[in-house]
T-cell receptor
Framework: NAGVTQTPKFQVLKTGQSMTLQCAQD?????MYWYRQDPGMGLRLIYY???????DKGEVPNGYNVSRLNKREFSLRLESAAPSQTSVYFC????????????FGPGTRLTVT | AQSVTQPDIHITVSEGASLELRCNYSYGATPYLFWYVQSPGQGLQLLLKYFSGDTLVQGIKGFEAEFKRSQSSFNLRKPSVHWSDAAEYFC?????????????FGDGTTLTVKP
């Protein structure tokens, strides 16, 4: 099992450009999440999908959109990138029910100039 | 709303010494509590979790944590640190009986291990 995979690993964008971060999991998990990690600020939830077909805003959703394409895949889109979106982005997944623990991908390091 | 505080931004210990990383949470009811570890350039990995029952929980890599309701704490401990334990450690809290997407993470503690 690959677990949670993310592409790309690194990306540099110019202000105003758009891009989509891809995430896939092969653990048959129902729930998936997108976080951003900034120095000294821990992880902040951007969006999550409790199950296929549903998405909800997290703590910092502004400037982002998500798509739960199917049970395996959950993408994050930046429509018009801003320097404030320079960060490391992590995708995670978990079973629903009583499990609660999250499995994380390796991250995407995004720089917006 | 729940919150998590990790009072120590950076801790340095000698290899073989004991370790305690502090975590305080704020939540009005029974929380679910987690410790995750992040090695450089990697995603987070779950070390251990507390849901209910015995307040001393054992995790992977020789770590343990103790839930103290009276102190709203969930401190992480290891009796003897190895150089490979150098990493960043995150405490997280999730409200009881809701989707874990509502987990709140602390800002992390960076552990440096001296030879």
């Amino acid at each position: 099992n690959a677990g949670v995979t993310q592409t790309p690993k690194f990306q540099v964008l110019k202000t105003g450009q758009s891009m989509t971060l891809q995430c896939a999991q092969d653990m048959n998990h129902n729930s998936m999440y997108w976080y951003r990690q900034d120095p000294g600020m821990g992880l902040r939830l951007i969006y999550y999908s409790a199950s296929e077909g549903t998405t909800d805003k997290g703590e910092v959703p502004n400037g982002y959109n998500v798509s739960r394409l199917n049970k395996r895949e959950f993408s994050l889109r930046l429509e018009s990138a801003a320097p404030s979106q320079t960060s490391v982005y992590f995708c995670a997944s978990s079973e629903d029910g009583s499990s609660y623990e999250q499995y994380f991908g390796p991250g995407t390091r995004l720089t917006v100039t | 709303a729940q919150s998590v505080t990790q009072p120590d931004i950076h801790i340095t210990v000698s290899e073989g010494a004991s370790l305690e990383l502090r975590c305080n949470y704020s939540y009005g009811a029974t929380p679910y509590l987690f410790w995750y570890v992040q090695s450089p350039g990697q995603g987070l990995q779950l070390l251990l979790k507390y849901f209910s029952g015995d307040t001393l929980v054992q995790g992977i890599k020789g770590f343990e944590a103790e839930f103290k309701r009276s102190q709203s704490s969930f401190n992480l401990r290891k009796p003897s640190v190895h150089w490979s334990d150098a990493a960043e450690y995150f405490c997280a809290v999730a409200p009881y009986n809701t989707n874990a997407g509502k987990s709140t993470f602390g800002d992390g503690t960076t552990l440096t291990v001296k030879p």
